[in-house]
């Protein structure tokens, strides 16, 4: 984990020094532009480099766009991830909290062989990790049922879908902002689609309370559980609104009980 902030700070280092760079050739050679178009004119030799340059340029590309390339020498994006199998393929579990993802991802598992990713379980598990730098900083956003940086949570769930090995993975409570569905489908993979538990703020608070008795979670309590709710509907939510409106949305309504949610759940799988 530490890597990524690394890789993250040496990217923007390099990023800026690149820019400098730019910046500083286009002011003391303002005709290197010209000098080249006038080479252009009846120049037999530089039409054989551009030539050798477009083949070079399709080979790359062509080893790029499938996986024949070695991880180090492929260019990668902001948070300096390793790039996943060509036809991974991932399905966002959202929904507020308690609307009993977690239920039906297991279900999901059982029946279609997916692997199940809880954002949460990973910043918990992380949390709990000994010699972890992050434990104490998530420890604080989980109990103020606030978003943890992004940048933590993305690298984690890259990390297990590598461990893992498989191909096909629901993960669960995630993405909980815009940014970071922006920025997992950039570098990491896009979704298939998002499968939304629908679920009314009473029935939600309901049940963390009664899980609360016996969770153990710094968050299953009154007051955390109000700022849930508060994140939910301002900063998760408007996740839902936005795949919804690219027809990307299989809501499932989750005030039946749980064989009856199940039905619903699993006729979104039928067709994969
Ligand atoms: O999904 P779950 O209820 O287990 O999440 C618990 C907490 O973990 C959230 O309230 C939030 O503080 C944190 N979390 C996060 N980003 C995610 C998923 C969970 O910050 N994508
Ligand atoms: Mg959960």
Known sequence: MAAVFTRLRASALAHKSLFAGQARLASTRPSAAGSAATNLNGSGPVYSVMAGAGLGLGAFYYAYFNGFLPEHSVAKGRLGLSPLAKDVSVVFVLGGPGAGKGTQCARIVEEFGFVHL???DLLRAERQRAGSPYG???????KEGQIVPMEITIALLHQA?????????????????????????????????????????????????????????????????????VT?????????????????????????????????????????
């Open 161 to 229: 879908m590598k461990e893992s090995g498989s191909k096909r993975f629901l993960i669960d409570g995630f993405p909980r902002a815009l940014d970071q569905a922006q920025c997992f489908e950039d570098e990491v993979c896009k979704s298939q689609f998002t499968l939304y538990f629908d679920c009314p703020d009473e029935e939600m608070l309901r049940r963390l309370l009664k899980r609360g008795e016996s969770s153990g979670r710094v968050d299953d309590n009154i007051e955390s559980i109000k700022k849930r709710f």
């Open 232 to 272: 939910f509907h301002e900063t998760s939510y408007p996740v839902v609104e936005y795949y919804s409106k690219m027809n990307k949305v299989k809501t499932v309504s989750c005030l039946n009980p749980v064989d009856k949610v199940y039905e619903q759940t699993r006729s979104h799988f039928l067709h994969l």
């Open 118 to 120: 809880s954002a949460g």
């Open 136 to 142: 104490e900083l998530i420890n604080n956003y989980i």
